[in-house]
């Protein structure tokens, strides 16, 4: 699964029905359903370091969830940072 939205570039209609749905999953789940690629080009201009020993990194920032939906009818996975949802399918 590819990076494909966030709620803010979503509509409400959209994004509650998948929120209201999710259950929560651990990274290791997240990380074996999500492109690496995709997720590490997210990580970087959400300015996370891409090792711990430059800084804070996605996998070290302990306010970040992981969940799994539907997003417009399709399994999703999304991580949720600054209560912004951040979607791929």
Same mark, same amino acid.
């Given at each position: =699964?590819?990076?494909?939205?966030? $709620?803010?570039?979503?509509?409400?209609?959209?994004? $509650?029905? =998948?929120?209201?749905?999710?259950?929560?999953?651990?990274?290791?789940?997240?990380?074996?359903?999500?492109?690496?690629?995709?997720?590490?080009?997210?990580?970087?201009? =959400?300015?996370?370091?891409?090792?711990?020993?430059?800084?804070?990194?996605?996998?070290?920032?302990?306010?970040?969830?992981?969940?799994?939906?539907?997003?417009?009818?399709?399994? $999703?996975?999304?991580?949720?940072?600054?209560?912004?949802?951040?979607?791929? $399918?």
């Amino acid at each position: =699964m590819t990076y494909q939205t966030n $709620c803010v570039n979503s509509t409400a209609a959209v994004i $509650c029905p =998948m929120v209201d749905a999710a259950i929560e999953v651990s990274r290791r789940t997240f990380l074996k359903h999500v492109d690496h690629e995709s997720l590490r080009e997210l990580a970087a201009s =959400m300015g996370y370091a891409d090792h711990p020993s430059r800084g804070l990194t996605l996998a070290g920032d302990w306010h970040v969830t992981y969940h799994r939906s539907k997003f417009r009818g399709r399994r $999703c996975y999304y991580l949720r940072h600054s209560a912004i949802e951040y979607i791929f $399918c």
